[in-house]
């Protein structure tokens, strides 16, 4: 077997790696409850849908951060918003107080 063929086995079976742990990553991510409630929020918000022309969908690669310590936690996401019209970006800040069940949006700012 080649060097060459040796090489590109092994660049295949690194990108096939962080493929899986890329796709892992994304799929953990929106299946959160923070996300959740980042994407339904996003669905009925007057500005996204009035920026958009009205919402299709979302992206398939979501970003973010999600940390929760003793029960209270603060989330941020990227989302892509794809719209009639035009699609945005959004940033979509929350927040979950120990005393409550559920995730707050916090904040949300969008751009193109």
């Known amino acids: 077997m080649g060097i060459w063929k040796k090489i590109m086995i092994g660049l295949s079976a690194i990108v096939l790696s962080l493929s899986i742990i890329f796709m892992s990553f994304v799929v953990v991510l929106k299946s959160t409850e923070a996300y959740k ?4 929020f996003l ?16 992206g398939f690669f979501p970003t973010g951060n999600l940390q929760i310590t003793n029960g209270s936690g ?3 996401f990227t989302i892509k918003v794809k719209g009639k019209e035009k699609s945005l970006y959004v940033d979509v800040y ?18 193109d």
Do not use: N
């Open 74 to 76: 603060e989330a941020i």
């Open 43 to 58: 669905k009925s918000d007057k500005d996204v849908i009035k920026e958009t022309g009205g919402i299709e969908g979302f």
């Open 94 to 111: 929350l927040i979950k107080a120990k005393t409550i069940d559920s995730w707050f949006v916090q904040e949300v700012e969008f751009y």
């Open 37 to 40: 409630v980042s994407e339904s």
